[in-house]
Every structure is written in structure tokens, then in C-alpha cells.
């Protein structure tokens, strides 16, 4: 089983939608969860990051986490053209006594004008 | 603030050359960490350092190896390259305080690595 999966899309959804990306992960130990945005042929950006079980929301972006179904998404409110990238779930991954930042193929999103 | 930065922005090597990527961190970062993506792939940790000490270790070769200075800039070096290390080589620094190992990594704009 990997790591971190992710759908790898692509997704495709109407300007002015919700897009939903989704996110599982192995280690039960994770303690944190971030999401990146990466546009194609530049480097990730940090959109969103969550610790606790539970919503936590950002402008037009909610993070959501279930640590007992080891999962999380994020839903993008009211999507628009530029909203259309790659996002990449990362999740801390105990290796050892040290953690590692694993990440997820990601997910293609498209938003349709 | 000057975000991570990256030198150089290209670079092309042939099959067993050397090479070697440099990182600067967020001011204030003390934490540095390497990353290989291939396309289509999400970002694979090779490396993290913290105060100068490596923290931890992804699963690549021996050719691969780095380190952090004093100002916490750090290098990555890749020797006896492969066609297979053509990727985008990412660094990413943290405000991270030593005991914990949660905060939020931001990326530079990376080095794209051309192997012959």
C-alpha cells in the first residue's frame, strides 16, 4: 500500500462549482497534512495545512481531516479558471525518529470557464 | 521577504559527471529539506537537514549527498549521474524549532536537471 494516494484525475468541474480532491493515507502516526498547489511547470505552493481532526477553512478553500478514516480532502468553493493545477496532498510520515514529508501523485484539476 | 531560492534554474550534464545544487533558506529557517520530482510524480524526499545535522534520509543511492552551513544555505551534490536523474531537484525550508516537526514546508522554484 502506498503512502499517500491520491486520484489522479483528471477533474473536471464548471467555473463557479466546488471541487472536491480527496486523500488517504497508511501511517496512523501522521500528525500533520498540508496541500499544495502546482502549476504546471513551476514548483508547489502551500494552500492549506491541518492538524486536528475536523474543518478548517481559508477564504474559498476547506480543509477537512479524519484521522480515524485516515483521510483527507479539500474542497475549493466557487472554482475558477485559475484554480486549474495540480494538487498535491503531503502528509508527515514517521520514519524512525525522524518524519518525512510524503506526497501524493496528485490530482489534475480543470475548471471550465 | 525573499522566499527559498534555488541556483541554478537549468542546469544539463552528461551520463557521470557531478553536480551540485544550492538552496537558500527562508530567513529564519533552520530547516532544509530536498526533494526529486519526475513528471507526473509527486516531490520524493531525499534529504533534511536541521542546525547543520542531517535529520533524515529518503530512499535514493550513495551517489547522492548534501549539506547544510552555518547560515543554513545547504547543497545538494549527485555524483556518477544517470539519464535516470533528469528530474526538477526542489528544496523546501521550515520554521521548524527542533522539537517538533510539523510546520508547513515552502518550496523554492527549483533546479531542472538534464541528463545526456
Known amino acids: 500500500q502506498k503512502e499517500v494516494e491520491q486520484n489522479s484525475g483528471p477533474l473536471s468541474v464548471p467555473e463557479g462549482a466546488i471541487a472536491s480532491l480527496n486523500c488517504t493515507y497508511s501511517?496512523?502516526?501522521?500528525?500533520?497534512f498540508f496541500w499544495y498547489r502546482q502549476y504546471s511547470g513551476k514548483s508547489p505552493e502551500l494552500i492549506m495545512f491541518i492538524y486536528s481532526n475536523g474543518d478548517k477553512e481559508d477564504g474559498r478553500f476547506t480543509a477537512q481531516l479524519n484521522k480515524a478514516s485516515q483521510y483527507v480532502s479539500l474542497l475549493i468553493r466557487d472554482s475558477q479558471p485559475s484554480d486549474s493545477a495540480t494538487y498535491l496532498c503531503a502528509v508527515n510520515v514517521r520514519g524512525g525518529s525522524n518524519y518525512k514529508l510524503t506526497f501524493g501523485k496528485g490530482t489534475l484539476l480543470t475548471v471550465n470557464p | 521577504d525573499a522566499g527559498v531560492t534555488q541556483s541554478p534554474t537549468h542546469l544539463i550534464k552528461t551520463r557521470g559527471q557531478h553536480v551540485t545544487l544550492r538552496c537558500s533558506p527562508i530567513?529564519?529557517?533552520?530547516?532544509v529539506s530536498w526533494y526529486q520530482q519526475v513528471l507526473g510524480q509527486g516531490p520524493q524526499f531525499i534529504f533534511q537537514?536541521?542546525?547543520?545535522?542531517?535529520?533524515g534520509r529518503g530512499n535514493f543511492p550513495d551517489r547522492f549527498s548534501a549539506r547544510q552551513f552555518p547560515n543554513y544555505s545547504s547543497e545538494l551534490n549527485v555524483n556518477a549521474l544517470l539519464l535516470g536523474d533528469s528530474a526538477l531537484y526542489l528544496c523546501?525550508?521550515?520554521?521548524?524549532?527542533?522539537?517538533?516537526?510539523?510546520?508547513?514546508?515552502?518550496f523554492g522554484d527549483g533546479t531542472r536537471l538534464s541528463i545526456l
Open positions: 523546501a525550508s521550515s520554521l521548524d524549532r527542533g522539537f517538533d516537526q510539523d510546520q508547513p514546508q515552502h
Open positions: 537537514y536541521y542546525e547543520k545535522e542531517e535529520r
Open positions: 530567513s529564519g529557517h533552520k530547516s
Open positions: 501511517d496512523r502516526g501522521s500528525q500533520s
